[in-house]
């Protein structure tokens, strides 16, 4: 008799993308933003960042890329132990550089930048702190996605190990969203991930914020 297929074993479905947030570090536990600022984890963050990766593994992934910032590089390298798996870091795939919005607490931009945060939080085009556009972090960050799925095998699995902004851009782009519904993908905690497949119309976004395995969807709707 045939054992069941499992998620990790099942065929047929076409190329998958996994973007996986960063852990945790120590301006996520601040809420200080971010951006290009290279932050290392914490030790939760590398926690997690082991939890994560023994999930992933067993989906058994073709390929490993990642932002070259540390808390990025250190998450992937947690899923690069476990697989055996080469990571191919770019900086392409860094988070949103924001000016003089970095390091400061989310209670200080909105202090600070009010308008500027309330525009962005409307979906208007903003640089925050006279940094990037979300549009262009999408300019950079998307293709390098579409490059490395390219190279995969029919069925394959890329993992991209990036962070929060730069994944939902990403997500956004790759389904043909506008830009001003980006906002509407809910944030990624930290080393959790969403997973998109490339079906006959494009790109369908399979699970999101997930910290567990990905299972089929069986019903009417898939």
């Known amino acids: 008799m045939q054992a069941a297929s499992t998620p990790a074993q099942r065929s047929g479905k076409g190329r998958r993308v996994i973007l996986w947030r960063h852990g945790q570090t120590a301006w996520n536990v601040e809420r200080r933003f971010q951006g290009s600022t290279d932050i290392p984890l914490t030790e939760t963050g590398l926690g997690q960042a082991r939890r994560a ?26 899923l690069s132990t476990i697989t055996g798996l080469d990571v191919t870091h770019d900086q392409s795939l860094r988070e949103t550089y924001a000016g003089v919005w970095q ?3 989310h209670e200080e931009i909105i202090e600070r930048y009010g308008e ?4 962005w939080k409307r979906g208007e085009p903003v640089r925050r702190g006279g940094g990037e556009l979300e549009s262009e972090v999408a300019d950079r960050a998307a293709p390098v996605v579409l490059a490395h799925v390219e190279k995969l ?3 394959g699995t890329l993992v991209v190990v990036s962070h929060g902004g730069a994944i939902r851009t990403t997500i956004g782009r790759l389904l043909g969203l506008e830009t001003q519904h980006w906002e509407s993908l809910g944030g990624l ?13 494009g790109w369908r976004l399979l699970e999101h914020n997930a910290g567990t395995l990905p299972e089929p969807v069986l019903g009417d709707d898939d």
């Open 53 to 78: 990766a023994r999930l992933l593994a067993s989906l058994r992934p073709d390929a490993i890329i990642a932002s070259d910032l540390e808390r990025a590089a250190a998450t992937a390298a947690e």
């Open 103 to 105: 390091g400061l607490t």
């Open 116 to 119: 500027q945060y309330a525009a």
């Open 153 to 155: 095998p029919e069925d």
């Open 189 to 201: 905690s930290n080393c959790c991930w969403s997973v998109l497949g490339r079906g006959a119309r």
